[in-house]
Nanobody, 121 residues
């Protein structure tokens, strides 16, 4: 099976930075996309940033210019560098990946357990 393990969350003051990491492990044939969603209390889960295996990146409007997503394909790992954090960035950050397990077949969605990011004012 596939596991996504996140790290890097924590408590930071407004204006600070954090770097999240997410590593995928298991019987993986290929990874199509990796990305980060966040879930704040009382709000819907939203896409923060994603990166396709070819390198194309997508960001939520609210984080453009502050967050940078990158990946290390050899390590099946995606990173999210978060700068100029605000209290509105507080939430549970979940790693997501579309992974193909076999040479033949479709890719499926996998989720990590989440890592909490809290930004104090």
């Amino acid at each position: 099976q596939v596991q996504l393990v996140e790290s890097g969350g924590g408590l930071v003051q407004a204006g600070g930075s954090l770097r999240l990491s997410c590593s995928a492990s298991g019987n993986i044939f290929s990874i199509h996309t990796m990305g980060w969603f966040r879930q704040a209390p009382g709000k819907q889960r939203e896409l923060v940033a994603s990166i396709v295996s070819g390198g194309s990146r997508n960001y939520a409007r609210s984080v453009k210019g502050r967050f940078t997503i990158s990946s290390d394909n050899a390590k099946n790992t995606v990173y999210l560098q978060m700068n100029s954090l605000t209290p509105e960035d507080t939430g549970d950050y979940l790693c997501n990946a579309r992974i193909q397990l076999h040479a033949v077949g479709a890719a499926d969605n996998y989720w990590g357990q989440g890592t909490q990011v809290t930004v104090s004012s």
